[in-house]
């Protein structure tokens, strides 16, 4: 019973051993040089996205959008989402025939649970120039489902370049400007009629330009106002004027008729005082609120 009870033990001691010893497995995912393709799957001046798929894993995607300054992300999508928290070391490597160049350490990615793997910027920009010099950014991390498995997501920078230059051409061409930057405006006219001033001009043209290109806006309201000079009514009917000449001009934009509802109030709720010229010029005004589903 004694001799039983030590081959047990030895034997339990043997199996943790191996155990200790079972070397990791490397799950390896990365578009073959005929099937790597890049895709400018957005191009407009509103928004920019180049995209890389990774076969059986997800894909790579690089983005832009319309702003004040110029912006980049990266996003790795993933087609099994992380089951838990962790990190992906990403490094930038070598192709194999360009023996003697070192891989570089580009950063670690947080892995947050059922969400896809995301870098900001500045790491954005460095995996686009690794690619634009032949490089494979590369994405390691423990698989969550087991403790033996590294997986290893890799982009083939191969027909990377004809696509990278035509995404450069569509960053370059982005309007200055955002949603969110015209989504509250407020134009201002001229004393006694339904003339813009010269500076809501150019925002209003600005507006038609993004309506162009961003088919979402959901809804606009409008409201118009006057100072206090002349007749309540007469006040009321120039407010009701000027929103209806600012929906045409939407509509000629290609915004839906029915998404536009438009109010007039006349000379009530001023913001300024109607003393003076200068208050008088900000209570000339039409509200603009647009939005988003």
Not at 187 to 201: A, C, I, N, P
Request: aromatic content about 12%; hydrophobic content about 40%.
């Amino acid at each position: 019973m004694r001799a039983f009870a030590l081959f047990i033990s030895a034997s339990l001691s043997l199996v943790a051993s191996s155990s200790l010893a079972a070397p990791t497995q490397w799950r390896q995912y990365s578009a073959t040089i005929e099937q790597s393709r890049w895709l400018l799957s957005e191009n407009s001046p509103i928004h920019c996205q180049l995209e890389h798929e990774i076969p059986n894993f997800g894909k790579a995607v690089f983005r832009s959008s319309a702003g004040k300054a110029l912006n980049m992300d990266f996003e790795l999508a993933m087609l099994r989402l992380p089951d838990n928290y962790g990190l992906a070391e990403v490094l930038s490597v070598p192709p194999h025939w360009r023996a003697g160049e070192r891989t570089k350490s580009v950063a670690s990615m947080k892995l947050l649970k059922q969400f896809n793997g995301d870098l900001p910027k500045k790491t954005a920009w460095t995996l686009l120039t690794e690619l634009e010099q032949g490089f494979s950014p590369t994405f390691y991390y423990t698989d969550w489902h087991s403790p033996y498995d590294k997986v290893v997501a890799a982009l083939n920078p191969v027909q990377f370049p004809a696509q990278y230059q035509a995404f450069s051409q569509c960053l370059a061409a982005l309007l200055p400007y955002s949603f969110e930057d015209i989504a509250f405006t407020v134009l201002v006219y001229e004393s006694g009629g339904d003339q813009l001033s010269r500076e809501s001009r150019r925002r209003l043209s600005q507006i038609a330009d993004y309506l162009r290109y961003d088919a979402e806006i959901e809804s606009i309201e409008l409201q118009g106002y006057t100072d206090s000079f002349g007749g309540r009514w007469m006040n009321e009917q120039l407010s009701i004027k000027r929103a209806e000449n600012i929906k045409a001009f939407f509509v000629a934009a290609g915004v839906a008729e029915d998404r536009i509802q438009i109010e007039g109030f006349g000379e009530r709720r001023h913001v300024a005082s109607n003393e003076t010229s200068l208050g008088r010029a900000v209570n000339r005004r039409v509200v603009v609120q647009m939005a988003k589903p």
